[in-house]
């Protein structure tokens, strides 16, 4: 399959702290990225997309940024919160949309 | 509420076995996609039906096959179980056309 990775395994931040959770990509021909956000027991819950024509999009709270000249993609997220505990992944979207590959995720933990 | 509902939640099979696991996607879904995800590792795409063709396929063996239903649910078939298979399957389902997936919660396979 394709690689999809992520810098840090791991990440705590402090509640109200800004939180950038990065990922690497090998595909220069992927159509599309997407950060999940994944809590215990559960399955991965749609947080923003990019295709791969813009480098910048912002939601609520939560900014995606992509370079693609390095291959790099992050998420950045405000003020962020206890509720924003979870395990983020990013995934790379190929061959118009029927192939989907993810990174190992990155655990984020927020602390009170 | 996800919209995309995978039973069982949890399953123990013997090594050899078949197993089938099913989905009932979002209403007007018409793309589903399953994922094998090992523990501490991010979802792997196994496959993508469309209009009940497999339209895109990750680096998985023919024992792992599909079948998707015009009423909007799906199965996930696997053959000669092996030991490495126990992991969490998730069934997914979007649009076609639009890339944000539903995921559902998973069902926990375990072989013995």
């Known amino acids: 399959g394709e690689s999809v990775g992520l810098h840090l395994p791991t990440l705590s931040v402090q509640e109200g702290d800004n939180s950038i959770i990065n990922c690497a990509y090998s595909n220069s021909a992927s159509d599309y990225f997407i950060w999940y956000k994944q809590e215990s027991g559960k399955g991965p819950q749609f947080i923003i997309d990019?295709?791969?024509?813009?480098d910048k999009r912002q939601g609520q709270r939560v900014t995606v940024l992509l370079n693609k000249t390095v291959k790099h993609l992050s998420l950045q997220i405000a003020a962020t919160q206890p509720g924003d505990s979870a395990v983020y992944f990013c995934?790379?979207?190929?061959?118009?949309?029927?192939?989907?590959?993810f990174g190992t995720g990155t655990s984020l933990t927020v602390i009170p | 509420e996800t919209g995309v509902t995978q039973s069982p939640t949890h399953l123990i099979k013997t090594r050899g076995q078949q197993v089938t696991l099913r989905c009932s996607s979002q209403s007007g879904h018409n793309t589903v996609s399953w994922y094998q995800q090992a523990l501490g590792q991010g979802p792997q795409f196994i496959f993508q039906?469309?209009?009940?063709?497999?339209?895109g396929r990750g680096n998985f063996p023919p024992r792992f096959s599909g079948l998707q239903f015009p009423n909007y649910s799906s199965e996930l078939n696997v053959n000669a179980l092996e030991l490495d298979d126990s992991a969490l399957y998730l069934c997914?389902?979007?649009?076609?056309?639009?890339?944000?997936?539903?995921f559902g919660s998973g069902t926990r396979l375990t072989v013995v």
């Open positions: 039906y469309y209009r009940e063709e497999e339209n």
């Open positions: 995934a790379e979207v190929l061959n118009t949309g029927n192939q989907f590959y």
């Open positions: 990019i295709r791969s024509n813009m």
């Open positions: 997914a389902s979007r649009l076609q056309g639009r890339y944000g997936y539903t």
